[in-house]
């Protein structure tokens, strides 16, 4: 019997000279490449290398998929203490092929996931009771999921906003307590560099050489746009102080940032040691390119009803990015939430969904917000609705909507 296939051979054979055979073919790479157009990316993958009419149509499938995706779970029973839901969900969407929403191949992922259940809280206090599931445990459960040349960045915080998996449409919710997480994945995308930093404190050396921001695209660059910054353990003496430090020495510049203080940092597979997570320090992700575009807008204290939240949605709306191929992060304090509107349950999030109706709505509920009222224009000249210093930055009590476009999609 002659064998198909198998072994990464040309199931192309010597025919290939042969005008009818070439046409056959042709015909043949058409079917395959459209079959693979409904396969998840790891199992094309596999399929690849069955032989070379199939690998080159992986290619050419994977070269299509260039929209950031995403993978949310949440969870009603908080007590599940085998695998947190984002684990579970994860393994389902990559592995078990269930859903088949993920048709990229991921080469960033940032994901997000509530400390009460990814880690136990008490860890983050700084004690060290007995505990049935560790933040390394989940986080090194999620990262053996994905492929090995991904680059993840992982952290917990108090609450989780996320929008449901499927549709961008979806309606985002704000988790204030339960168990939640998401996990955006971003391709290669042609014109756009993704590069996730991080800076641990260190007493005994109080600045940040230039080197270290520029190898991470924070200086020196003049196609930074972006930069999502967190600052982790933040319950440690000092903590506040070093992430305003490090922010500082790229915050002048004409970029959009956004962020805030979370609990703690569960992943960074750029890293050549494993991580200390009694150490504090600063992580985030740089986004660079011509086509990236950005604004941020401030929900200050004032904004507690629906048509302040409105009101501010309108002067994120008024940056005029595209809806197509962009991520929206919300960064609210932890103070705020349905406690903040009077018992009612997603104020801003429906408030963004309300403006942005095909925008995938992304955050958590922090200890501290990092961001300002910053719209930019088409030829990246960004426009402030206030006057802005270094000290308008920082905030408590207040929510940051942010926008980040990636380009237009081919």
């Not at 019997?1 to 025919?15: P, Y």
């Not at 260039?66 to 969900?89: E, F, G, K, M, Y």
């Not at 921001?213 to 910054?229: A, S």
């Not at 990246?380 to 802005?388: H, P, Q, R, S, V």
Request: hydrophobic letters at 40%; a neutral charge.
């Amino acid at each position: 019997m002659e064998r198909v296939g198998g072994g990464g051979g040309d199931c192309c054979g010597s025919s290939s000279a042969d005008p009818r055979s070439t046409f056959v073919l042709s015909n043949l790479a058409e079917v395959v490449e459209r079959v693979f157009t409904f396969l998840p990316a790891k199992a094309l993958l596999r399929v690849a290398g069955v032989c070379r009419l199939w690998r080159e149509c992986v290619r050419r499938v994977l070269r299509t998929h260039r929209n950031v995706t995403w993978i949310s779970a949440l969870s009603a029973d908080p007590c599940h203490l085998a695998q947190h839901c984002l684990v579970r969900v994860v393994a389902e969407e990559l592995e078990m092929n269930e859903l088949k929403n993920v048709h990229i191949l991921p080469q960033t992922v940032l994901y997000m996931a509530d400390s009460e259940n990814f880690i136990n809280l008490e860890e983050c206090r700084g004690h060290k009771r007995a505990r049935k599931r560790t933040t390394m445990e989940a986080a090194f459960a999620l990262e053996k999921l994905f492929p090995k040349q991904c680059q993840v960045l992982g952290i917990v915080t108090p609450g989780i906003v996320v929008t449901p998996i499927g549709s961008r449409s979806n309606r985002p919710q704000e988790i204030e307590i339960g168990e939640s997480g998401f996990a955006l994945l971003f391709p290669q995308i042609d014109g756009i560099k993704i590069k996730p930093f991080h800076f641990i404190k260190d007493p005994k050396k109080l600045t940040l050489e230039r080197h270290q921001l520029t190898e991470v695209g924070l200086v020196d660059n003049p196609e930074l746009r972006v930069v999502l910054v967190f600052g982790y353990n933040c319950c440690k003496v000092g903590a506040s102080d070093y992430l305003q430090r490090v922010v500082s020495t790229f915050s002048d510049m004409n970029v959009i940032l956004a962020g805030g203080q979370v609990d703690n940092l569960a992943s960074l597979t750029s890293e050549k040691s494993p991580l200390d997570i009694d150490a504090t320090g600063v992580v985030g992700l740089s986004f660079s390119g011509q086509q990236v575009q950005g604004a941020t807008v401030l929900l200050n204290e004032d904004v507690n009803n629906e048509k302040a939240a409105d009101a501010a949605m309108q002067r994120l709306k008024a940056a005029n990015i595209p809806e197509q191929n962009t991520i929206g992060f919300m960064f609210a304090c932890v103070g705020r939430g349905s406690q903040y509107y009077r018992a009612k349950k997603n104020v801003e999030a429906d408030a963004f969904r309300k403006f942005f109706p095909s925008v995938p709505l992304f955050g958590f509920f922090g200890n501290g917000e990092i961001g300002c009222d910053r719209i930019v224009t088409g030829n990246f000249i960004l426009k402030k609705c206030n006057e802005f210093n270094y000290n308008d930055l920082f905030h408590s009590y207040t929510t940051i909507m942010a926008l980040i476009h990636l380009g237009s999609s081919k």
